[in-house]
């Protein structure tokens, strides 16, 4: 598990864009060489989503998959 501290280590946001999702959406990803890296590691690639929403509404995500542990920064 990541604490805030890692967390705020794997920087994307300088460097790649995010693809709006909106709710309700599902949408599946492939993470390959060419996507985003973070900048602290660039061992870690990513795909970044965004979403809006409002304070105490409540929101699901799940991600999946088998050829690697999947993690999710918010």
Not at 31 to 43: E, F, H, L, Q, S
């Amino acid at each position: 598990f990541f604490t805030a501290d890692d967390a705020t280590a794997l920087d994307f946001e300088a460097i790649c864009p995010a693809t709006p999702i909106a709710a309700g959406q599902t949408l599946s990803g492939t993470i390959t060489a060419t996507d985003c890296r973070a900048a602290d590691d660039p061992t870690v690639f990513a795909d970044r989503y965004v979403f809006m929403g409002s304070a105490l509404s409540p929101v699901a995500i799940s991600m999946s998959s088998t050829a690697f542990d999947t993690f999710l920064v918010l």
